[in-house]
DNA sequence: GTTCGCATGTAAAGAGTTACATGATTGT
DNA sequence: ACAATCATGTAACTCTTTACATGCGAAC
């Protein structure tokens, strides 16, 4: 039974055969806005899927160049990652968020402390949103050997962008009402 | 320079005086929903505190039960909390989400499979959002002595409540594409 | 000749969570 | 008797992140 790293390779290389480096860069490019791996985590990982039987890894030899180990899925990890798909999910609620914290001590700090903060929280989902919107139009022009995957793909984006919108709405309304605290009126 | 963690126990105690024991009660009972501390974290991180001269604490006998050791904020304490306040806040950004993960490798799966997910998904935040309403109805009721506060809670209250709002909306407009796709039509 | 990109990995440090240890009283 | 609550802490463990190690080729 791979670790949630170990499924989140297995469903990387359901798209394409890839080496570990290769594996980096696309996540990176891709689910990075909800998923994040590391060398660190990426070879060993590889290394336990490979043992496992849940992948392959076939050596590349490139003159003048790095060995590529490229990994595909075997028939097991087919149904490895078939299986985890049906599996019920554990929804982490993610804890610990500084701004909110900050916010519920805010009676000691002045309006002119916390604007900002909130301005730039605004601004760092603002640019989110952008870049979501900028992926999404691009999304089946980029990749049209995708197409099967990319109403899937944008469900994900959907979700990013909900967020964000979520989020500019809040720190508006915030604004408002840290402006209307400081406010002598 | 306090952690993190420092800084959330030096803002509960802003509140007022408490243990350790009493900092984790209250801690579940009011920011749990975006900040969670356990005791082997709260414990050293008050002695901590208290190395750096930040809390102080008092013991408090009772017959026929445990000492109580009580912290209050130093004057030191009081400083540090509201330069901390004014600090730009680092925000970081929540990675690994399992149902994002999943659906974004969806095609192998049945919209059958995944439904259930993205229905309980929903479930959670419609849950979550009604215990945020209901603490706001309660909030000032409840904590009168908090009357200045209240303001304060109810901002981080309305981010949890449009998340939840947002998360709903998507939850909605995924089943949708969902059962589409398993529409034969 | 120095840096950047390709390519694979390991090791150590840091953060976070969970389980355990203790011990008295109060309620069932 | 037995469980639960109050109360403080430690130890172990896992999980994650960061830094390091290596080495070649191409570009600048």
Same mark, same amino acid.
């Given at each position: 039974?791979?670790?949630? $790293?170990?499924?989140?390779?297995? &469903? ?16 990176? #490019?891709?689910? #990075?806005?909800?998923?994040?791996? &590391?060398?660190? =985590? ?8 490979? @043992? /496992?039987?849940?992948?392959? #890894? +076939? ?15 075997? /028939?097991?990890?087919?149904? @490895? ?5 049906? =599996? ?8 610990? $968020? +500084? ?6 001590? &805010? ?15 605004? @601004? ?5 949103? *952008?870049?979501?919107? @900028?992926? /999404?139009? $691009?999304?089946?022009?980029?990749? !049209? /050997?995708?197409?099967?995957?990319? !109403? ?7 979700? &990013? *962008? =909900? ?12 604004? *408002?009402?840290?402006?209307?605290? =400081?406010?002598?009126?």
């Amino acid at each position: 039974m791979p670790s949630q $790293h170990g499924y989140a390779l297995l &469903g990387m290389l359901s798209l394409h055969p890839m080496s570990g480096y290769d594996l980096k860069e696309l996540i990176d #490019r891709s689910i #990075r806005y909800f998923w994040k791996e &590391g060398y660190g =985590q990426i070879y060993p990982t590889l290394k336990a899927l490979e @043992a /496992e039987s849940l992948v392959m #890894r +076939e050596v590349e030899h490139h003159a003048g160049r790095p060995d590529r180990f490229v990994y595909h899925l075997t /028939e097991q990890g087919w149904e @490895a990652l078939r299986a985890w798909l049906m =599996q019920p999910t554990f929804t982490i609620t993610p804890t610990r $968020h +500084e701004l909110l914290l900050k916010l519920y001590f &805010g009676r000691h700090a002045s309006a002119a402390t916390l604007l900002p903060q909130v301005e730039q929280y605004r @601004a760092i989902h603002e640019h989110l949103l *952008q870049q979501y919107n @900028a992926i /999404e139009g $691009h999304l089946l022009h980029d990749h !049209p /050997e995708y197409a099967a995957d990319v !109403p899937y793909w944008v469900l994900t984006l959907h979700h &990013g *962008q =909900q967020i964000c919108r979520a989020m500019i709405l809040w720190c508006d309304e915030t604004a *408002q009402m840290l402006r209307a605290s =400081q406010d002598p009126a």
